[in-house]
């Protein structure tokens, strides 16, 4: 034990105490400077409207769910008198607005909008890592002809800007009746992710030893049931993060969604910049709406930790 | 059913989406860049006319000081993120105690959304209100509504370049660590034996043998860059004036607000162009690296 201890301890490789304290302070010290403007940010959708307009900037404030309350509903400004005379409060949030002599007129557009990044998240995830997974195997254990050309030519899809790529789209979507529609959404996130699906997933399945089917195939099943049966299972990690990416994606998206959608089929990253309060931004309610939207990435980015580095790579760089 | 019809099968589908989403549209394009279609007046018939369009776009001095400042934008943000993510991944490898916890935390901003990214800096870059110039006042003294960081002309080119970094750093930094774990020990055991300095184990181990990885880096952060439009089109939206006007701003203006289709089509493909033929340079260096 003492003399395992010892080696490592003189292990060339191995940093010095000083130098690996001298590292860790600098490292946490970046760490904890790059993640203040998220802090900030979840901090201000607790704060009231004059608290987060506040001069000089205010770190200690009473916290209030105004921001929430405001990003959730739409409300008008009445007369105290009018207030006044309306039936007393029966809600928290009823009563929280009134304190600004302002009535809840009705529920915002906020719950639609994170319906559809929703649907159109998960409904061109389970699409382009469906495809992606059949076409990845395909490439993976099958000869095809120019193989490699193919799989260039289904990443160079990725090359071009979006914007340039949305304009073709417009056009097309627009004699197809696809415009702002959660179909055509869906379509347009499956062909991007479904680049990135391929690449991922052949990697992972090129993984997968070839003598598991092969003694499946012997045993009498059909490709299809050793597909089923073996491969799948053993590449279900593999699998999992490449729908989390596909999904991250789709959530992320902003140029399509502002270009192509205007209202029905509309998302959360372009709504999120208009939800305006009296007199410009309501910084408390875009930053709820901002934290409500980050809080899904960052508990994925804490499942991916592992094969992170795959997915932004393509599959280019694997551990 | 044969091996070579369930391999057609399988990869039909994808193939075909792409035909329809991606290479149909781009044909479409191409003719299109060809004619004078300007969606706000669609009634008038399609004309075609010939290469003008990539005449005027490539005569014309504004497309080229926009892209000039995309350039710039590249190549300081692709240069900062490689410093800060290099050293950062030089710093992570030393296996202090709780690095893996803080890399989390240091690889979060690239997950993000670029636009919702730009949306809250917006915030965080008040000068009175914002957190940031007010940072910067205590500890320079300059009074924090004298400088406005997305507003001035100064300033906001190195603004758009400071939150590219902020969230694309860790990304360098993520390749760049498992370049560094790639080396083997035993190399640098042999440099120790040889009495290699520190200085000597970096510049003749560490870096060739992350080159490749670095590389790999760069090229895709300067195609994501060069393609950039959601985080600055919400944080300065091409202000102030056109300074920080990235070409795929341009591109968009063109297209969704003058509407002018074939003139913009024109352009969409030149940069498509552009893009893919750095990056067929790009790959061919970096395989000449990797086979070294």
């Not at chain 2, 003139?263 to 940069?271: E, F, K, N, P, R």
Request: proline residues 6%; glycine residues 6%.
């Amino acid at each position: 034990m003492t003399a395992l201890r010892a080696t490592t301890a003189h292990s060339i490789v191995e940093a010095t105490p000083r130098a690996k304290a001298v590292a860790g302070t600098l490292v946490i010290l970046y760490a904890v400077i790059s993640i203040l403007p998220l802090l900030w940010i979840a901090a201000t959708a607790f704060k009231s409207q004059s608290d987060a307009i506040a001069y000089p900037p205010k770190m200690i404030f009473q916290p209030t769910l105004e921001g929430y309350v405001n990003l959730f509903t739409v409300r008008t400004r009445q007369t105290p008198d009018f207030i006044a005379k309306l039936p007393p409060a029966t809600t928290w949030y009823d009563r929280l607005v009134r304190q600004h002599d302002m009535v809840i007129a009705g529920p915002s557009k906020v719950v639609p909008r994170f319906i559809n990044s929703l649907i159109i998240g998960f409904g061109s995830t389970f699409l382009a890592v469906f495809l992606g997974t059949l076409a990845a195997y395909a490439f993976s254990r099958f000869k095809i002809p120019l193989a490699d050309d193919l799989l260039f030519f289904i990443l160079s899809t990725r090359m071009m800007p979006p914007v340039a790529v949305a304009i073709p789209i417009y056009l097309m979507y627009r004699q197809l009746n696809l415009t702002d529609t959660k179909l055509g959404m869906i379509l347009l996130y499956t062909a991007v992710n479904v680049s990135l699906a391929v690449w991922l997933l052949k990697g992972f399945i090129d993984e997968i030893p070839r003598e598991y089917e092969e003694a499946a195939l012997v045993d009498g099943y059909t490709r299809l049931q050793a597909l089923r049966k073996v491969v799948l299972p053993q590449a279900v990690t593999g699998i999992a993060a490449t729908a989390i990416f596909c999904l991250i994606f789709s959530w992320n998206e902003y140029a399509f969604a502002v270009l192509l959608t205007s209202g029905e089929a509309q998302t959360m990253p372009p709504f999120i910049p208009f939800i305006i309060g009296e007199g410009g931004q309501d910084w408390p309610a875009v930053a709820a709406a901002t934290t409500l939207f980050v809080v899904p990435i960052v508990l994925f980015t804490i499942l991916l930790r592992k094969h992170l580095l795959r997915g932004i790579t393509f599959g280019a760089v694997r551990k | 059913m044969s091996d070579r019809s369930i391999a057609w099968l399988f990869v039909a589908p994808t193939i075909a989406l792409l035909l329809a989403i991606n290479i149909f549209p781009l044909i479409w394009m191409i003719r299109l860049s060809f004619t004078s279609l300007n969606l706000s007046m669609s009634y008038l018939p399609l004309r075609f006319v010939g290469l003008d369009n990539f005449r005027d776009i490539l005569t014309d001095e504004d497309v080229w000081a926009r892209l000039q400042t995309t350039a710039r934008f590249v190549i300081c943000s692709v240069m900062l993120q490689v410093i800060v993510g290099f050293g950062l991944a030089l710093l992570i490898n030393r296996r202090f105690r709780g690095h893996s916890f803080w890399t989390t935390i240091i690889l979060l901003p690239m997950m993000l959304s670029p636009a919702v990214v730009g949306n809250f800096w917006t915030l965080l870059f008040q000068p009175q209100i914002g957190p940031f110039n007010y940072l910067i006042s205590i500890f320079t003294g300059v009074p924090p509504s004298s400088f406005s960081m997305t507003g001035e002309v100064g300033l906001a080119p190195w603004t758009i370049v400071l939150v590219d970094t902020w969230m694309w750093a860790p990304y360098v930094m993520l390749i760049c660590l498992a370049g560094l774990r790639s080396i083997p020990d035993y190399i640098y055991e042999a440099a120790e034996v040889d009495r290699a300095s520190p200085w000597r184990q970096f510049w003749s181990i560490t870096l060739p043998m992350t080159v490749p990885f670095l590389m790999l880096a760069v090229l895709f952060r300067a195609i994501e860059d060069f393609k950039m439009f959601d985080m600055v089109n919400l944080l300065t939206s091409g202000g102030p004036g056109s300074t920080t006007e990235l070409v795929s701003i341009t591109l968009k203006r063109a297209a969704f607000e003058k509407w002018r289709t074939g003139y913009s089509s024109a352009l969409a493909i030149i940069l498509f162009v552009t893009v893919f033929g750095a990056a067929n340079i790009y790959v061919k260096a970096l395989n000449r690296v990797k086979q070294r």
